[in-house]
């Protein structure tokens, strides 16, 4: 099982950037999906949540400017971030909350994916 993070990059002050997060594998089901940033020197920090049936939440840093949608049939989840600010820059990584099939069973694990950088000009 892999989450495969993308879509980060350098951009100014005020702009826009789409992150795409994609989980390959022998899944059996998805649940919550997250994104957490981490910026230098500090903890990776929750910021968007949707939920297998498409429940958003947001931490109040980024309400209103970040959206959080996934796309079930193709196991990928997104992230448009508008109006960024140079405090959103640090590496983007996302989580799931996977059911994959094995030889003994299902199992269900949280599974990290290996982050993309969004740097923010100021």
């Known amino acids: 099982v892999q989450l495969q993070a993308s879509g980060g990059g350098l951009v100014q002050a005020g702009g826009s950037l789409r992150l795409s997060c994609v989980a390959s594998?022998?899944?059996?089901?998805?649940?919550?999906m997250d994104w957490y940033p981490q910026a230098p020197g500090k903890q990776r920090e929750l910021v968007a949540t949707?939920?297998?049936?498409?429940?958003?939440e947001y931490s109040d840093s980024v309400k209103g400017r970040f959206a959080v949608s996934r796309d079930n049939a193709k196991k990928t989840m997104y992230l448009e971030m508008n109006s960024l600010k140079p405090e959103d820059a640090g590496v983007y990584f996302c989580?799931?909350?996977?059911?994959?099939?094995?030889?003994?069973?299902?199992?269900?694990?949280?599974?990290w994916g290996q982050g993309t950088l969004v740097t923010v000009s100021s």
């Open positions: 989580k799931a909350d996977l059911t994959t099939r094995t030889d003994w069973g299902f199992v269900r694990n949280d599974h």
């Open positions: 594998g022998n899944i059996f089901s998805i649940a919550n």
């Open positions: 949707i939920t297998s049936i498409g429940i958003r």
